[in-house]
């Protein structure tokens, strides 16, 4: 089964720029969604196909991916933006399901 | 208001049954996919069921096959899961979510959550 791998914390003084990074194999040739959930809270998609941005997502956030790579990048982070993040994938390979990596908690100091 | 709202959780014994409900509105609910992705205390986001518009295509996760039931009624704007033989490892808040239009560009909205916990 497809594997995503996320590490477990990021730490961003505020102003900064956060990158969290999202591996799987070949993982370039598949659409990358992320979450943003914050504690006792839903989650909520702040990224889609990549790099596209949801409305009312602020362009602070955007999002890459290449070869075995996804990468969300906060820009000017804010107090606000601490929260747990979620890289997702359909897999269709072989059989077809949705994989979660195991997120990323972003701390701002 | 688009709004998904879940319920129908609780506590239940190893080897008993659940069923969950999502209920719609704010939008035309038979033109989207829906699904159920629940999460652990304390532990990260587990997809379990996928089913599309009509419900002619449905998936699941291995940990859920043959004991979970993924359901729609879309002339009452609802989602459901019927949840059978559960086991501890089942214990989580169970969230419907919607795909957005085109389906598998991500899960734009998200119900609140309600909560299964499985214990004797």
């Known amino acids: 089964s497809y594997v995503l791998t996320q590490p477990p914390s990021v730490s961003v003084a505020p102003g900064q720029t956060a990158r969290i990074t999202c591996g799987g194999n070949?993982?370039?040739?598949?659409?990358v969604h992320w979450y943003q959930q914050k504690p006792g809270q839903a989650p909520v998609l702040v990224v889609y196909?990549?790099?596209d941005r949801p409305s009312g997502i602020p362009e602070r956030f955007s999002g890459s991916n290449s070869g075995n790579t996804a990468t969300l990048t906060i820009s000017r982070v804010e107090a606000g933006d601490e929260a747990d993040y979620y890289c997702?994938?359909?897999?269709?390979?072989?059989?077809?399901?949705?994989?979660f990596g195991g997120g990323t908690k972003l701390t701002v100091l | 208001e688009v709004q998904l709202v879940e319920s129908g959780g609780g506590l239940v014994q190893p080897g008993g049954s659940l069923r969950l409900s999502c209920a719609a509105s704010?939008?035309?609910?038979?033109?989207?996919?829906m699904n159920w992705v629940r999460q652990a205390p304390g532990k990260g986001l587990e997809w379990v069921s996928y089913?599309?518009?009509?419900?002619?295509?449905?998936y699941y996760a291995d940990s859920v096959k043959g004991r979970f039931t993924i359901s729609r009624d879309n002339a009452k704007n609802s989602l459901y899961l019927q949840m059978n033989s559960l086991r501890d490892e089942d214990t989580a808040v169970y969230y419907c979510?919607?795909?957005?239009?085109?389906?598998?560009?991500?899960?734009?909205?998200w119900g609140q959550g309600t909560t299964v916990t499985v214990s004797s």
């Open positions: 089913i599309s518009s009509s419900s002619s295509t449905i």
């Open positions: 070949n993982i370039g040739s598949k659409s």
């Open positions: 704010g939008f035309t609910f038979s033109s989207y996919s």
């Open positions: 997702q994938v359909w897999d269709s390979s072989s059989d077809h399901r949705v994989v």
């Open positions: 979510a919607r795909d957005q239009y085109p389906p598998r560009k991500g899960m734009d909205v």
């Open positions: 196909d990549d790099s």
